[in-house]
């Protein structure tokens, strides 16, 4: 069976079908740029992981390697590239000596997977809009991240994308949300380092943005797609609560319309994955007329914040303060999906259940 026929007869045409014409020579096409590995036509194991420092040792890619993921997920600061003055050649070097590490190399030539970036991969610490070189530094991330001439993404601004894979009742969509190039500054906190005041404190101005317009409407459509479960990725911590780092609670008007927008499209089964914080967590946030919605803070796979201690008022247990990466493993049989982390010994430090039920 030659790969033409193989779309149109598996999982996969069901993939390309939602993605449209044209992802179909894309496809195609990024596959024959060499090792990029194919899509699954089905999703039973999903690993994520984020903050990833080029010149740190990366035993980590071993535990992931050893769990074969179906699809493995970027979350931002996928390298390190964010000294100012901020120059091109540095960040082509950040990514040349990623690719070079042997595990890293061996999973993006072996296992499918997707990226978005965050500050540090853009190029300004806490960068958002303001970034002058945003548009040079995401042609180098399409082009590191191997994508095809005819992406999306190489044609507008932004690296915002989304994929489902699987047959109906058991499909998976994953929303890679761009939180840096569209982003307003949020506002400095008058007491920095206090707890809960650590970097910024929330403004409620309406013109302050996570996602721009653009983004916006683009995320309402793809809530309206058909789906069992989505993970929407974003680089910075979406519903969580207690801190005054980087997250979308810097624009509480900003989180109210992430629950708007999953209210209104009816989308049911989303789940949050972020990263940024050198911590890994999981957090469970309620609102009216909504079902829970649960995230999964995954950053750290070669620095995690060892002394990290924050409240974490809608935080599940206590934070993982070792390096880790996230595992996602889903049970179409019984409805359920359990997830959890594991660190570079591919040990599981923590491990939760969820019923799909519950996401409706
Ligand atoms: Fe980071």
Redesign the pocket.
């Known amino acids: 069976m030659d790969r033409r026929q193989l779309l149109q007869t598996t999982a996969y045409g069901t993939l390309l079908a939602s993605l449209g014409a044209c992802a179909n020579t894309s496809l195609v096409k990024s596959q024959a740029i060499g090792k990029t590995p194919p899509w699954p036509s089905e999703i039973h194991k999903i690993a994520f992981g984020?903050?990833i420092d080029q010149n740190k040792a990366q035993p980590i890619w071993q535990a992931i390697l050893a769990n074969q993921p179906d699809v493995f997920i970027f979350g931002g600061?996928n390298v390190y590239a964010s000294s100012q003055p901020w120059q091109l050649n540095q960040l082509e070097k950040a990514y040349a000596t990623q690719a070079a590490h042997a595990g890293f190399a061996q999973l993006r030539n072996t296992i499918a997977h997707v990226a978005i970036w965050?500050d540090?991969d853009m190029g300004l610490n806490d960068g958002g809009a303001e970034f002058a070189h945003k548009q040079v530094s995401q042609n180098a991330f399409l082009d590191f991240w191997r994508l095809p001439a005819n992406d999306p993404r190489r044609a507008r601004e932004g690296l915002y994308h989304a994929m489902s894979f699987g047959k109906a009742g058991q499909r998976v969509q994953i929303i890679l949300l761009d939180t840096r190039s569209f982003r307003s500054a949020p506002r400095k906190t008058d007491r920095r380092d206090a707890p809960g005041k650590e970097r910024y404190v929330p403004d409620t101005q309406p013109s302050k943005t996570m996602l721009g317009e653009a983004q916006w409407q683009w995320l309402t459509q793809q809530l309206q797609t058909p789906a069992d479960l989505r993970f929407i990725v974003s680089g910075v911590q979406v519903a969580v609560e207690g801190h005054g780092w980087e997250g979308w609670h810097n624009f509480p008007l900003e989180q109210e319309k992430l629950r708007h927008v999953i209210r209104s499209t009816g989308a049911k089964g989303v789940v949050l994955l972020s990263?940024?914080r050198?911590i890994g967590a999981i957090y469970k946030s309620t609102s009216a007329n909504l079902y829970p919605l649960y995230e999964l803070t995954s950053?750290g796979m070669t620095h995690a914040w060892q002394a990290a201690k924050e409240a974490g008022p809608n935080r599940m247990g206590e934070l993982i303060t070792q390096n880790h990466f996230a595992l996602i493993e889903v049970d179409w049989q019984q409805r359920q999906m359990q997830w959890g982390f594991k660190n570079t010994q591919d040990e599981w430090l923590k491990k939760e259940s969820i019923a799909l039920s519950e996401l409706q």
């Open positions: 984020s903050c600061d965050d540090h990263g940024d050198h950053s």
